[in-house]
């Protein structure tokens, strides 16, 4: 731009300064298509800001490909006059699926790891669900619009299941609740997913699958021991707002292109 206008280069600078202008910056921004998404929307926000009784919210997900990387030599740990460092290239020891449910009340994680991520892997976390939360509640699951989650199996096994606890307790067993499609910011699991990346998978050095698995038990053994709750805050209505605002400003650069 310096060499275009005939000006230094400070001269640029200081005009970018001034006017807020930052273009070695680039934000990422994805903005749901779904036509149901303000009552999607409005569904799973009252259940993190009014949790019906005699229920439980569970935010469920399943983190796929998750990589036994093992560094092809010893990372150097952080110290004085330098930084902790860790090699570029690595081996690839397979992968491992980690399926996990948060409790919104008190932040307990409920996992399953199995090594892929189809509806039968599906199916066998919620039964493990339905056996490890108490009898005679409702089981509010939060969930993304994954195929998986919607086979035909998954549905069949949750109607028979529901039709067994109306007859029992009054009530279904499982209520699913799906986000609006490109809006997975909106299931609380994947802030606890994104702490397992930062303390657990993205750095670590693995030589199998099983070293992995073993490093991901310990971190939830010792989270278990005190668990991380995940509190929603954001006033609906303003989130709806912002993005409102996106969408219009999107639309209008489109007309202008």
């Known amino acids: 731009m310096a060499r275009a206008a005939d000006v230094s280069p400070a001269s640029v600078q200081?005009?970018?300064?001034?006017?807020?202008?930052?273009?070695?910056?680039?934000?990422?921004?994805?903005?749901?298509?779904?036509?149901?998404?303000?009552?999607?929307?409005?569904?799973?926000?009252?259940?993190?800001?009014?949790?019906?009784?005699?229920?439980?919210?569970?935010?469920?997900?399943?983190?796929?490909?998750?990589?036994?990387l093992e560094r092809t030599q010893p990372g150097l740990p952080l110290g004085l006059g330098h930084v902790k460092t860790k090699t570029h290239d690595y081996y690839r020891h397979g992968t491992i699926t980690l399926f996990a449910a948060l409790?919104?009340?008190?932040?307990?994680?409920?996992?399953?790891?199995?090594?892929?991520?189809?509806?039968?892997?599906?199916l066998t976390f919620l039964k493990r669900l339905d056996r490890e939360m108490?009898?005679?509640?409702?089981?509010?699951?939060?969930?993304?619009?994954?195929?998986?989650?919607?086979?035909?199996?998954?549905?069949?096994?949750?109607?028979?299941?529901?039709?067994?606890?109306?007859?029992?307790?009054?009530?279904?067993?499982?209520?699913?609740?799906?986000?609006?499609?490109?809006?997975?910011?909106?299931?609380?699991?994947?802030?606890?997913?994104?702490?397992?990346?930062?303390?657990?998978?993205?750095?670590?050095?693995?030589s199998s699958v099983k070293d992995l698995v073993q490093a991901i038990e310990e971190y939830l053994s010792d989270r278990d021991l005190s668990p991380k709750r995940y509190v929603w805050k954001a006033e609906g209505a303003a989130i709806l707002a912002k993005i409102k605002r996106a969408r219009e400003a999107a639309e209008a650069e489109a007309r202008n292109v």
């Open 14 to 68: 200081r005009l970018w300064t001034s006017n807020d202008i930052k273009p070695h910056l680039t934000r990422t921004f994805k903005l749901s298509t779904d036509p149901d998404f303000e009552p999607k929307f409005w569904d799973v926000i009252g259940l993190y800001l009014h949790p019906p009784a005699k229920a439980l919210v569970l935010c469920c997900d399943e983190k796929s490909q998750c990589q036994a």
């Open 103 to 122: 409790n919104y009340l008190d932040g307990k994680i409920s996992r399953f790891l199995a090594p892929h991520h189809t509806h039968a892997e599906w």
């Open 134 to 206: 108490p009898d005679g509640v409702t089981l509010h699951l939060i969930i993304d619009n994954y195929a998986t989650h919607k086979h035909e199996r998954v549905r069949s096994w949750i109607k028979w299941r529901n039709q067994r606890h109306r007859s029992g307790a009054g009530s279904d067993r499982i209520v699913q609740h799906f986000v609006p499609t490109s809006s997975s910011w909106m299931n609380l699991v994947e802030r606890f997913f994104r702490d397992i990346t930062q303390d657990v998978i993205r750095d670590g050095s693995f």
